[in-house]
């Protein structure tokens, strides 16, 4: 495939349905992305504060949702009231009060239903009874006469990619834009992911006063969908030793880090478990590298995964914030393809030898380096300043420029959005995975320091591989569809001038021929030699196992 060919043709494209005012134009902040840029720490501190600031309160309907208002008023003044169901049809309100000390007035006030087996605990989650003697006033949201900042049309539940009226745009970039407003994590979703995490900090507060629990990964990363799963972190602030204090804290010792880890997973699972309201199907992971409780927040209907001490991870996802906001191409791209692997199942919810999101995410930023659309991180840690010196308690350097505003752009890249999706399929259809690890710290490949089906080198730990669990059998199968959808988008641009990005995620079917010889055309272009259909589905250098294509194809 000529790639200037099928770019000129997405240009034209572009430029015909632009002529023919058919396009809703999404792409209205192109520029200067970085002008309203939120520094991640002052994103995290108010997050944190407007959950101090709220209570969950499950209430029989959304009728109640008045009557809930004017009693809760009565504990300070509310900012900001939101309705969500989940799908088992019950009912949530999340309230915000201007002021902290009224939550606590309100839980002061609030009651524990007598229950010898029930320990009673204190959370930021509540139900709301029934007034007997009171009418319920019937004062519905569609009547739109609530005198208060009322938020409904936030939802917790994923819409179904099908129900997403793609196909009612024209323009793939619209599409993708499209896409990515109606799967990212909403402000509501927001909220309750902090308030999720407040609940853990609370329950702990009493033992160990110093300790915050920070949601970390997808929910404050940039690249959240509204279900994906909540990563927690318990942390202990940021205190400064105070060298003149002549008292000091007694502390316990001790000898092996991980056994402790694992039995502090083990303590939190239990106190989950048993204690706190909402928690569910608690399970201790305590084998695995970082240790983990696994658990379902059943107010939120969110799976959550709460780690013990991942300073790491909490950095990186700083990193990967500030790259979701450099652009505004940067995250229609990564959820475009995100959304594109789960659909063709390269990805899977459980763990195992298959791409994950992460590391997905990872190689869409490395293209955009490529584009010389964002920035290697050499650069973001040859311009950190002072106060953005982080090294974390384990001596892991996570050092960095925080705000990017601050970071001079050379290149302008205009390419749009079907530019870049069309780009990034073709640049890692015939990448080669063989002999090439990816660094996002320099922005290029390097050689392989050991064998690993796909290596992409940890920005932050630059000694480990985050993709280490994929199989040279899932490279494959991803090589094959990277290809595949290359060939769709531009097929589909060649015969009708147009793309619907539910093509997209058809995924590659064996049985068409067209798609056989594109293949073919490929592995002739990357090799130089005359290729067999046999060695369409068999890697070089690797004996193949079993593939599920393999299996497919007999
Ligand atoms: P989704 O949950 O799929 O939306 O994406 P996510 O980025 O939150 O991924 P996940 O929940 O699997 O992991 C949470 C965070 O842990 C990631 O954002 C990374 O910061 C970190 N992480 C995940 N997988 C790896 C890995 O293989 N190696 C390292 N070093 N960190 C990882
Ligand atoms: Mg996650």
Same mark, same amino acid.
């Given at each position: 495939?000529?790639?200037?060919?099928?770019?000129?043709?997405?240009?034209?494209?572009?430029?015909?349905?632009?002529?023919?005012?058919?396009?809703?134009?999404?792409?209205?902040?192109?520029?200067?992305?970085?002008?309203?840029?939120?520094?991640?720490?002052?994103?995290?501190?108010?997050?944190?504060?407007?959950?101090?600031?709220?209570?969950?309160?499950?209430?029989?309907?959304?009728?109640?949702?008045?009557?809930?208002?004017?009693?809760?008023?009565?504990?300070?003044?509310?900012?900001?009231?939101?309705?969500?169901?989940?799908?088992?049809?019950?009912?949530?309100?999340?309230?915000?009060?201007?002021?902290?000390?009224?939550?606590?007035?309100?839980?002061?006030?609030?009651?524990?239903?007598?229950?010898?087996?029930?320990?009673?605990?204190?959370?930021?989650?509540?139900?709301?009874?029934?007034?007997?003697?009171?009418?319920?006033?019937?004062?519905?949201?569609?009547?739109?006469?609530?005198?208060?900042?009322?938020?409904?049309?936030?939802?917790?539940?994923?819409?179904?990619?099908?129900?997403?009226?793609?196909?009612?745009?024209?323009?793939?970039?619209?599409?993708?834009?499209?896409?990515?407003?109606?799967?990212?994590?909403?402000?509501?979703?927001?909220?309750?992911?902090?308030?999720?995490?407040?609940?853990?900090?609370?329950?702990?507060?009493?033992?160990?006063?110093?300790?915050?629990?920070?949601?970390?990964?997808?929910?404050?990363?940039?690249?959240?969908?509204?279900?994906?799963?909540?990563?927690?972190?318990?942390?202990?602030?940021?205190?400064? /030793?105070?060298?003149?204090?002549?008292?000091?804290?007694?502390?316990?010792?001790?000898?092996?880090?991980?056994?402790?880890?694992?039995?502090?997973?083990?303590?939190?699972?239990?106190?989950?478990?048993?204690?706190?309201?909402?928690?569910?199907?608690?399970?201790?992971?305590?084998?695995?590298?970082?240790?983990?409780?696994?658990?379902?927040?059943?107010?939120?209907?969110?799976?959550?995964?709460?780690?013990?001490?991942?300073?790491?991870?909490?950095?990186?996802?700083?990193?990967?914030?500030?790259?979701?906001?450099?652009?505004?191409?940067?995250?229609?791209?990564?959820?475009?393809?995100?959304?594109?692997?789960?659909?063709?199942?390269?990805?899977?919810?459980?763990?195992?030898?298959?791409?994950?999101?992460?590391?997905?995410?990872?190689?869409?930023?490395?293209?955009?380096?490529? /584009?010389?659309?964002?920035?290697?991180?050499?650069?973001?840690?040859?311009?950190?300043?002072?106060?953005?010196?982080?090294?974390?308690?384990?001596?892991?350097?996570?050092?960095?420029?925080?705000?990017?505003?601050?970071? #001079?752009?050379?290149?302008?890249?205009?390419?749009?959005?079907?530019?870049?999706?069309?780009?990034?399929?073709?640049?890692?259809?015939?990448?080669?995975?063989?002999?090439?690890?990816?660094?996002?710290?320099?922005?290029?490949?390097?050689?392989?320091?050991?064998?690993?089906?796909?290596?992409?080198?940890? #920005?932050?730990?630059?000694?480990?591989?985050?993709?280490?669990?994929?199989?040279?059998?899932?490279?494959?199968?991803?090589?094959?569809?990277?290809?595949?959808?290359?060939?769709?988008?531009?097929?589909?641009?060649?015969?009708?001038?147009?793309?619907?990005?539910?093509?997209?995620?058809?995924?590659?079917?064996?049985?068409?021929?067209?798609?056989?010889?594109?293949?073919?055309?490929?592995?002739?272009?990357?090799?130089?030699?005359?290729?067999?259909?046999?060695?369409?589905?068999?890697?070089?250098?690797?004996?193949?196992?079993?593939?599920?294509?393999?299996?497919?194809?007999?």
């Amino acid at each position: 495939m000529n790639k200037t060919c099928s770019l000129r043709r997405l240009c034209n494209l572009h430029e015909h349905l632009m002529k023919q005012h058919r396009v809703i134009r999404y792409e209205s902040n192109t520029s200067n992305d970085l002008n309203s840029f939120v520094l991640y720490d002052k994103f995290i501190c108010e997050r944190r504060s407007q959950s101090k600031c709220s209570v969950l309160v499950q209430v029989s309907s959304e009728n109640s949702c008045s009557d809930l208002h004017s009693y809760c008023s009565k504990f300070g003044s509310i900012k900001n009231i939101f309705h969500y169901q989940l799908a088992g049809s019950n009912h949530f309100v999340l309230t915000e009060f201007e002021d902290q000390s009224s939550v606590n007035s309100l839980l002061d006030q609030s009651t524990h239903i007598k229950d010898s087996n029930v320990i009673a605990v204190r959370s930021p989650f509540l139900w709301f009874r029934s007034n007997a003697s009171k009418k319920n006033s019937k004062l519905s949201i569609v009547d739109n006469k609530f005198n208060f900042p009322f938020q409904a049309n936030q939802t917790m539940i994923e819409p179904n990619i099908k129900d997403i009226e793609l196909n009612q745009l024209d323009s793939l970039s619209n599409q993708m834009l499209l896409l990515l407003k109606r799967t990212q994590l909403n402000d509501i979703g927001t909220r309750l992911r902090f308030l999720t995490a407040m609940q853990i900090e609370n329950a702990l507060k009493g033992i160990f006063p110093l300790s915050r629990v920070l949601p970390f990964g997808s929910s404050v990363n940039s690249f959240g969908k509204i279900g994906s799963d909540i990563d927690l972190v318990i942390m202990d602030s940021q205190t400064t /030793e105070n060298e003149t204090s002549r008292l000091i804290y007694h502390g316990k010792c001790v000898s092996n880090g991980r056994t402790q880890t694992q039995r502090n997973i083990e303590i939190l699972g239990d106190l989950l478990q048993l204690f706190l309201p909402g928690c569910s199907r608690v399970k201790r992971i305590t084998q695995a590298r970082v240790p983990i409780v696994k658990y379902s927040q059943d107010f939120v209907g969110v799976e959550c995964d709460l780690a013990v001490s991942n300073e790491t991870a909490v950095n990186m996802s700083e990193l990967l914030y500030i790259f979701g906001n450099f652009d505004y191409r940067v995250r229609p791209l990564v959820f475009t393809v995100k959304m594109w692997a789960k659909e063709i199942n390269l990805t899977n919810d459980t763990p195992g030898r298959w791409i994950t999101n992460f590391s997905l995410t990872l190689l869409v930023l490395f293209y955009l380096q490529q /584009e010389k659309i964002i920035p290697d991180i050499q650069t973001l840690v040859k311009q950190a300043r002072n106060n953005d010196v982080r090294i974390t308690n384990e001596g892991i350097n996570c050092t960095f420029l925080r705000d990017a505003s601050k970071l #001079p752009r050379v290149v302008e890249n205009k390419k749009t959005l079907d530019q870049l999706l069309l780009g990034f399929f073709e640049y890692f259809a015939s990448f080669d995975f063989n002999t090439n690890a990816i660094s996002l710290n320099f922005g290029k490949t390097i050689n392989k320091p050991e064998y690993s089906a796909l290596y992409i080198v940890n #920005p932050l730990e630059v000694h480990f591989n985050v993709s280490k669990n994929i199989s040279s059998e899932e490279v494959e199968r991803f090589r094959i569809e990277l290809r595949n959808a290359a060939w769709t988008i531009d097929s589909s641009l060649m015969n009708t001038n147009s793309f619907n990005l539910l093509d997209l995620f058809k995924g590659f079917d064996v049985n068409k021929k067209s798609q056989i010889v594109f293949e073919i055309q490929h592995q002739i272009k990357n090799s130089n030699r005359l290729v067999t259909v046999k060695d369409l589905f068999d890697d070089d250098s690797q004996p193949q196992e079993d593939t599920r294509l393999n299996k497919q194809l007999k």
